[in-house]
């Protein structure tokens, strides 16, 4: 009952059900019987290891059920009416959420990017330019910042850059928020540099994506400074997004951050996408954005295309102008060897 | 870990986690690969299981999270700008949603209530008197019914009233929706001649409760006539009520309804609330809304109450005029035979 | 071009134009070259009479068009989103504005009332009863206090029921909002001790009414504390509130404020009702509602209501059980004695 | 108590009152008792004139008070939630409106512009694009065109492309929406070859102009279908956009139809800013936008600048890579030749 069970599974990282680990808490905890709506022990030690694992022990945990859902939950709590959000053009809120942010009343103020990033100049321009726009109050002001953390295209924003990019919000009043759909492929990413902790020094909130890193559904927003938002409570219930049975949220997040499973249980991914990335390049693939996580993008002609959609599960990003299409082919927690082995060959006999 | 586990268990219908057929579902599908959003085969099977215990192969199955999101969701979808929804004054919607309804921008418009359940005459009232209404383009236009079976107070509409309050609606010209958080429990009850082929028959869009029923969290709207909505995925998805592994929703509700279990999870919950009812009457403990399904309220001295609560988690409605309270017992498909002897030791012993 | 020429005129109290002097002022101002959006010599003089008549020089004046639009912009500005705005069941925003407070996100939370009065008592339990509930977060938290003067039903508040609906209010944290919409109507009455000092110095908020009480249009707004709503201009923008030509509204206010002419614009009006009301009394129609201001309530049987109908534009209310009708008889800033000695014989002569 | 008396008023259209013709109009009927919310005879006779003029006797007329409100109140109504309005990024509603229609819940889909025009090809881009992407239902569809006649840049659409536009659109099954705020300078203009007719057989709706063009404030939106959109006068309350008083709407434009003086209040306007361009082009200065109607929209250094500034009130738009100003100047249908000629003086002086 695959998607196509004939085919190598790399479509996208959210395809299978839980982590065995995340998956025996839900099973062990089952028959308990507990308070609801997030109020009940799960919840609070989920609360306690991430708190922990930021080294932000003055901050508080909220946990919602998908992405979309958390990010118009937060831009929504974190905006007054006449604001709008900072993102790039690339971003989750500007493009694949079905005007869920507009929806909610707000503006997404698009930036420039560089493989889904944005700049800390880009920003203080935005800024500056409507600071000093005499029609200002004619316009949307911006509120936040939005930025994902890996981004839309797999990409880590260094340690430094995120340095700048809070130094920029904060000298503006604005909050930072992160969208960590995908957060678990950038800490176990060799080339990352940027820490829970550091994002909690760091951005206002952000979330560390469950359902993309081994829970059945799942993201905890990390607020670094607990009571930071009031009415939040509410708003999540208002939103729709205020589970009854909140503790199946709870048991999931607590085993992924009670042994730190969470900073490890990705590694596997990261390692065969640069496998793959290295495999398509060494065939002479092109992979016009850099493999840093889960993500690999890369340039296929037609004939390409067809002898990989024979075998594999990917996805197509868009058209290239010179008749070749973007693709991508996206590892996940639940990706084993030998499904990488077998992309490997296929990759192999498609450049033959 | 127990809310409180020197305590017997009766706060509410949602204390547990999953019913074992239904997680022994999710733990055997747990490593299948599949499409996301909804559009996998298990959301099929179970949509196909659905429709045909509706006896309704024309329809459409959507499967959200939990009740006030796909309260908020449906009314969104069933209105224009323009319009309220009628409901009980104690209807979820007008009271504990936090606004969600309005936040969607709709007008909640009160009915008056028996026990819970609106009145086909008062339906007609309220049309008429806003048809009639010099200014009614200066008020809002009812624009659907909300109702709930069971209701908020676990009582139940016979089938001549659905009957009455569906052929009241079409009269209008407006859609009947069904809010049937608790419908497991409606179905299994003594009293019940609302089959779930009746729901079909009678209301525009009504949903089938899972997390109350059964399941970790979830419920089916079922839409009797495919398309009657256009647009709905994307509104789903803009309210983040769209779950990536939306699978998880489907395999939980194929558990439920691929050898007519929903039609019996509830059995004893109710058989359970009826013995604590009549153990409370003999008591002499006044029940003041008849209890039909698995919600308990009765009346209690704030002697009697502390006597309870030092042994049993319940629930305080409200504060009676005379001094005693308003209290709830609610079975559920949990609730074992052991508890429900112990509950009504507890009775025995406060009434000597 | 009358309504209806060979009729009286007592429909309601907008049925003309301006009162000349407002008039003269636009037609003397019309061709001068000011910038716009409010921000013009105008609107600013007319601030600062304003705030001079009302003691208040701290405070700031924001020119909107009309009531509805008035009442929804400055709930959606004083309220966050998990906030409803407590209000008479009679008041404007419950019932009048189609929707418009729930277009914005906002419940209405209905009080009980005397003649369109809300009593303080009734707040305090409002408010405690929420603070109280342990389900609180659940539903929709008293945000503010929306209360007329005159009512609906054109009575008054009393300085010292409003001096404790304020201090209810700040008690509680929660700002009061006062619509004034016929407000030269309670400023000229006999039985009125409520100055603009006093709502200044008791409301947050406050609206002085221009539409019904001399103006084309025009409401004028008044923060008793400058600042006191960060972000309003481009909030009134965004609801399209903000007139181009905004110097139209200060160029008209100001004609009303700068020599106390709003003060006694509505005198002869008051004065009117108050003779109608003793007319009608003297010959046995009942008035169930103390007539306050300008408008007279009262009760016909439908030979009566036939011959009055056949001479005089009034509004008809509600249908009262007995088979009388509740109806209404409104004068204006522009009712003549001519107009009024009119109607009295129409009285005279239908109680023949 | 000018602007600035001692400068020339080119800063925008909207700095003066009403044209005498408007202006004797609501003296000559400010004593008329009439109904109100635009049911009385003048709104009546003023919308069976603009029928005329639009050779369009099955349609219907709404007046409403500014742009921003127009815009925003017929986006709600023309769109369902899970719709966005494609729009030059240049477009009122995309840059002006402070997120007005984002706070109605709805994205701007932004297209590529020329000198403020949009082009059928990146509409039909735009659309094919949408409905061919495998993500589209989680993407905001595009659901209307807005476009602007003449545009933000003074330019106009010919009537051959506002046929390809509309072909377009209609293709696609979706409302085209033209703002005509400053319709007058277009139907005035040497260039212009889009008549009202034309206008009304081609878009879904449109309005034209009345703040910009001679009132005191309003505008009259033209529906060619009769009833085409259902709830519109509720939608129109609920927005806080229905006047109390609205004859005040239908008189002036009732003055402006009645005997075609729309057609022409603007023809100097016109005039004169052609030759305004013409002069500041002799004269060396850059007019990178086409003059077509009443803005002239040109390039000054600094020093240019300060000159034009100490004598004339005029608009700056934005900073030129090169160091230079984007300036605006904007002549009126109260222009007089008197303030044309100084201009021209100033302009003349600055260039020796």
Known sequence: MNNDASKLAFASDYMEGAHPAVLDALVRTNMESTTGYGLDPHCKAAE???????????????FLEGGTQT???MVDALLRPWHGVMAAKTGHV????????????????ELPHANGKVAAADIRTAIESHTTDANREHMVEPGMLYISQPTEYG????????????????????PLYVDGARLAYALAAPENDVTLPDLARLADAFYIGGTKCGTLLGEAVVLPQVGAIPGLFSMIKQHGALLAKGRILGVQFEALFEDGLYLRVCSYADEAAAAIAQTLK?????????????????LATPEQLDFL???????????????????RLATSWSTTPQAVEGLLKVVHGMAI
């Open 155 to 174: 990409t880590l924003y260094s340690l430094a850059e995120l340095e700048e990019l809070s130094a920029t919000c904060r000298a503006a009043g604005i």
């Open 282 to 298: 060494k065939h002479g693939l092109e992979v016009p954005v850099p493999q840093q996580t889960n993500q690999v993008f890369f």
């Open 309 to 327: 959609a024979a075998h594999v599960d990917l996805g197509f990003m868009e058209a290239w102008p010179d008749g070749r299409s973007l693709m």
């Open 48 to 62: 306690k290891a991430i708190l922990a694992a930021c080294e932000c022990p003055g901050g508080e945990v909220w």
């Open 71 to 73: 990010n118009r939950v």
């Open 94 to 109: 500007a493009v694949h959420e079905a005007g869920a942010i507009e929806a909610g009343g707000h503006k997404v103020l």
